[in-house]
């Protein structure tokens, strides 16, 4: 976590023309390096001599990791994903890695905490260090995993109920992940300005922006079962990867997605 508050930091001096200050930082931002262990291929607590704390085991939930597990802190490099992918050994590994997150169930009897809720695997949705990975099938070339589970998230850890939240709503975190997913996309990164599309809702959303201008997304054959994105047209103009920039967003514009009953594979 420090290390993605050290990129944002690295970011505002990047804004404010502080060059200096954004290098050092941005060399900071990398320090998450420091605490992966190839051999166990997780994040792993290190003792004060530097070395790697055992036993360890990514299932446990240890004072080392808080309020969570080896699994589920692993992906918090939102602001170096392709280097994460790079420590892990490519996308391959990364990809099956990222599989065994939402397989891996917790054993029956074992005794879970209580901020690890909302479980799919070991992926938990009621907290925020979570909230974030369905979305990284979309950087491995799989995004019809990120529209699957997104899907599974919206319909079935939120209820319309007094207890329909799943998680600790933290500062409004549980509602934003939804309202943003409703709409159809998310930001891994915040701090970067690049939202990673999922798979939508409502049939149509406007956005309104300044200057009277609206960003639409419109959505075509969008059911339960149709959960899959097909194709996406941004003002017209088909869309090869499921991103697009906030300045695509600020423009205003249209943005069609095309849904269907299976995964679109190309």
């Known amino acids: ?9 690295a970011r505002m001096a990047d804004k404010l023309g502080e060059r200096q ?13 420091n605490v992966y262990n190839p051999q166990a291929s997780f994040m792993q607590p290190r ?48 990809a099956q890695k990222l ?3 939402f397989t891996y169930n917790p054993s029956a009897d074992e005794d879970l905490p209580i901020f690890s809720t909302g479980m799919i695997g070991q992926y938990a949705h009621g907290n ?11 950087a491995v070339g799989q995004p019809w995993k990120t529209q699957k589970y997104a899907a599974e998230v919206m319909h079935e850890l939120y209820k319309n109920t007094p207890a329909g939240l799943c998680g600790n709503e933290d500062c409004g975190q549980m509602s934003a992940w939804y309202i943003l997913n409703a709409m159809g996309f998310y930001q891994v990164c915040p701090g970067e300005p690049v939202y990673s599309i999922g798979r939508p809702l409502f049939e149509e959303v406007t956005i309104h922006l300044p200057g009277q201008k609206d960003f639409v997304i419109r959505t ?3 059911s339960k079962e149709n959960k899959y994105v097909q194709s996406i047209l941004l003002n017209g103009k088909p869309l090869e ?14 943005m069609e997605i095309s849904m269907g009953a299976e995964p679109f594979k190309p």
Request: hydrophobic share 30%; aromatic share 18%.
């Open 1 to 9: 976590e420090y290390a993605y508050d050290d990129y944002c930091i």
């Open 220 to 222: 075509k054959n969008n």
């Open 99 to 101: 599989d065994s997150m």
């Open 241 to 254: 990867q499921p991103f697009f920039t906030h300045s695509d967003l600020t423009a205003g514009g249209v």
């Open 47 to 94: 003792d004060n001599k530097g070395n790697f704390i055992q036993p360890f085991s990514p299932d446990d939930y240890t004072p080392h990791i808080c309020e969570s597990n080896g699994w589920q802190y692993f992906w918090s490099v939102q602001q170096d994903v392709d280097g994460l992918i790079g420590l892990v050994g490519g996308t391959e590994r990364f």
């Open 128 to 138: 925020e260090p979570s909230h974030h990975v369905i979305y990284l099938f979309n």
């Open 21 to 33: 200050i954004a290098d050092a930082f941005y060399k900071r931002s990398q320090n998450y390096k």
